[in-house]
């Protein structure tokens, strides 16, 4: 069973930074961020294979960094110049490749970004 489990959301000024984690047993597999705002379908971030290879939304591209250490089963998203369009819940979920639909998923952080 695989559990993910999500930290570092909070309250952030607009053009501030906040860097996520997701601590889990499923790093073997590509490891991903998703957000889901009030009244939205959960929309993909960004993505991150085991071996590093990366893809992210455009609207988060050159802003935000997805990383891993698969040694600690640990994922980062690094969000910079963060907008309040950017606030959201932020899951963090797993699965067999890069746009593949996730077979397990964390229980969220909320990021709020004020203007």
């Known amino acids: 069973q695989v559990q993910l489990v999500e930290s570092g959301g909070g309250l952030v000024q607009a053009g501030g930074s906040l860097r996520l984690t997701c601590v889990g047993s499923?790093?073997?597999?590509?490891m991903a961020w998703y957000r889901q705002a009030p009244g939205k379908q959960r929309e993909y971030v960004a993505a991150i294979t085991r071996g590093g290879s990366t893809n992210y939304a455009d609207s988060v591209k050159g802003r935000f960094t997805i990383s891993r250490d698969n040694a600690k089963n640990t994922v980062y998203l690094q969000m910079n110049s963060l907008k309040p369009d950017d606030s959201a819940v932020y899951y963090c979920a797993t699965g067999p490749c890069i746009g593949c639909p996730p077979n397990y998923w964390g229980q969220g952080t909320q990021v709020t970004v004020s203007s």
């Open positions: 499923g790093s073997r597999f590509s």
